[in-house]
Every structure is written in C-alpha cells, then in structure tokens.
C-alpha cells in the first residue's frame, strides 16, 4: 500500500485523515512525499470533482520506485520526450494538463480536415508543438498506465478495464478551451441486458456537447476496439466491438487515404487474437448517424499493450510469458526514422534496461542517433537487429511484484 509524508506525517492511500491532510496542504508549497523511495518523491495536489489527489510532479516519474504506479522511464527513451512541455505542458498549481491538438475539434463550412501523411503512418508530422490524432492516442494510453505491464495483471485486462483507465486518464486535461471528458467517447463495456440504458448515456453524452457554445458543427473523439469495416452503399461502414448499433460511416475519400494503415491492418489480419484500435473524431449528423473526419489505428497484443511489428509482439509475449515487469515505449510524433527503446525493463538488477528493436537496413543516420540516446542515457541496453535471433534477455533482480 502507497504510503506518503505529507507535512511531516505518513498517509497511507486509504487513511481516513489523507483527505483533510491535503486540503491542509492544497495551494501553499508544501509537497506531499511519496514514500516508494527514500528520503521521497515530491508529488502535487490537484482538486478533481471536490476530491483532492496526489500527483506525479512532471518530468519525474523515473525519481519513483519501479513498482510504484507514479513510475515512468524516462521521457526521451520515447517519443514523449519530444512532446513534453510544448504540445503538453503541466499545470501544478491548477492540477490541469493542456494539451495543444494539431486537428479540429469542430468542423466549419468550407474547411477540409487534415488527411493522414502518406510519408509517416498515423497523420505524424515533425511537428512537437501539437499532438496529432496518433499521438493523443498514444498519451491516454501511457496516462492510463497501460502500457506498463507486471506479472500481478494477468488475465485481468479487459475493455472494462481499458474503459475504466482511459476515462479516468482524461479528467484534468483540457484542449481548445474544453476540458477533455466533455468530447471524448469511450464506450463503455456492452452487456446485452444493459442496452437501452447504455445507448441511452451515449446519447446524453452527445446531446449535452451540442448543446454547447463551441462554433460550427461539434466534432468528438472516440476511442474504440475495432470490429469490423464492411461496404456501405456510399464508402465504408465501421463497427466498434463495444457499440454494435452506433455505425461509423467512412467517406470513399477518406477510406483512400487509409493507405497508411496497411501495416496495422496487414497484422490485425494475421493475428486473430490482438485488438485493432481506432481513434477518431466524428460528427453526428441531424439523423444521428456519426461520420468519420479523421483517424488513426493502432495495433494491441490480447493485453492491450500496443506493438508495431511481429519481432515487437514476440518480444512482449515473451516478456509477459517470463513474469517480466517493463513498459512499452510508443513514439507520438516521433518519425520512424529515428530510435526510440521499445520497451523498458524496470525489473533487472542495479539500472533498469531499455531494449532497442533496430531495423535490418537502419541508416547511418539512424543508427548515429542510437549512439548518442544509449551514451546519453543512464539506462542499460539491449539491441535486437530485425532478422537476428532475440538475444538474451537480461534477468530479473528478484521475483516480479504485482505494482
């Protein structure tokens, strides 16, 4: 259980008194300590709903124990490094993160959305000023912590789960003047004997938002688990898993520049096990049918962790068959010229290990970068060239704990 010194006292996460503590300590510039490690982290304290919370200070997680769930790697072994403070920037006083989206969040008469880049998968752009469509999916997923795995979470991750960490990781982040909860949709799980009253809060969601004051025709995000794409009469059909009777309609022109997506698509083919998961934003026209203006897919392993490749999956399966604890890296706006560690181990001996999956016909350029993020970092590494045998797998320090 998380324990933490607040003014010069020890709170345990479930202690009656925490509450009060922070109330006491809300606004002045006295730091909670989290415990997990010795003399102690600082953390902030953020009013959510009436609530008080304790919070990672930002830029560092890596301060925090490896099975502490305040823990993250380092930024720049990722592509959140290069995002971090301008495209998202961190208010400790307020307890609020603004986040700076390089798509619309309303459509105006006359204004065609961006399309996806033919050049990098997923409307990338060398732009770390905003985050694209990919790359806010990429942040709720490590603000959700899912991308962190342990050997504690086996067979417990579900879409009840996802659902759960997902909304939970928007509250207190606010884009374009909106705080985020009030656009984004995450369907909830869909149980058969639950329908009507499950559509029935979709549709005040959507409602409550178009009755707002934002200009144009309100545009939403959902984040869904892909089922299935069929033909409609006019373009493609969408169907998410969790809403079988909300249909996301693809427009022909945009459905030609999904091009980008083969690969994502290619791997959800051949493995029928994974998950294929879309983020998109949609209107919903005076009919109540959404139509889909921009997107992007990302590819899950059964639990949830995303992967690029089939050396990628391997490398997570046989981590996760090892009682491993490591968290994936996922690149946001990082072009895929450039490296970034695919997954951290936050278990082996002395320094965690970051493990570097380098393509067979890397650049030079490429692999100069690589030289310079290991020598730079304090971790450890490993590299597995495409087409080589995994290497050895450094081992853990000591049985793996569930965070």
């Known amino acids: ?34 415990l997990c490690v010795r003399p102690g982290a600082p953390m902030y304290v953020s009013k959510v709903s009436g609530h ?17 769930d305040s823990y993250e790697p380092p930024a720049e072994l990722s592509g959140l490094g290069e995002v971090m403070g301008h495209a998202i920037k961190e208010d400790t006083e307020e307890g609020k993160t603004m986040l700076k989206l390089d798509f619309a969040l309303n459509k105006i008469a006359g204004r065609a959305p961006p399309a996806p880049s033919d050049s990098e998968p997923g409307s990338v752009k060398a732009d770390s000023s905003k985050l694209t469509i990919r790359s806010l999916l990429h942040f709720l997923w490590d603000a959700s912590h899912l991308t962190h795995w342990n050997p504690g979470m086996g067979g417990k991750r579900s879409w009840a789960t996802v659902h759960k960490y997902l909304t939970r990781a928007a509250q207190g982040k606010f884009t374009k003047g909106l705080h985020l909860p009030t656009t984004l949709y995450v369907p909830e ?9 499950i559509t029935q809060r979709r549709k005040a969601f959507i ?47 945009l459905n030609k520049k999904l091009k980008v997506f083969k690969d994502e698509v290619s791997l ?26 921009e997107m992007a897919l990302m590819v899950m392993t059964e639990q949830w962790i995303p992967f690029t490749n089939v050396d990628e999956k391997n490398l997570i399966e046989s981590l996760i068959g ?3 604890r490591f968290v994936k890296g996922l690149r946001y706006n990082l072009a895929a010229s450039k490296p970034l560690a695919s997954v951290i181990l936050s278990d082996t001996q002395g320094k965690h290990t970051a493990m570097y999956l380098v393509p067979s016909n890397a650049s030079e350029d490429y ?23 995994m290497p050895a797998i450094p081992p853990a320090a000591a049985p793996s704990r569930a965070a």
């Open 207 to 253: 409602a409550a938002a178009e009755q707002s004051d934002r200009p144009g025709q309100k545009l939403f995000i959902v984040i869904g688990e892909v089922k299935e794409v069929t033909a409609a009469r006019y373009g493609k059909k969408m169907v998410l898993k969790q809403v079988p009777d909300f249909f996301f309609m693809i427009s022909e022109d």
């Open 189 to 197: 799980p869909f149980y058969v004997d639950r329908k009507d009253e």
């Open 367 to 389: 692999m100069m970068a690589l030289n310079d993020l290991t020598d730079k970092s304090d971790l450890e590494h490993v590299r597995w060239i495409a087409g080589d045998i």
């Open 268 to 293: 959800w083919n051949a493995f029928p096990e994974i998950h294929l998961v879309t983020i998109a934003t949609f209107s919903v026209d005076r009919t109540g049918v959404a139509q889909i203006e």
């Open 1 to 34: 259980m998380h324990q933490y010194s607040i003014d010069g006292k020890i709170y345990t996460e479930d202690d009656q008194g925490l509450q009060a503590a922070l109330g006491r300590v809300h606004h002045t510039k006295i730091r909670p300590l989290c």
């Open 322 to 324: 090892s009682q491993r």
């Open 52 to 68: 008080f919370q304790i919070k990672r200070m930002p830029e560092s997680g890596a301060e925090h124990s490896a099975d502490c």
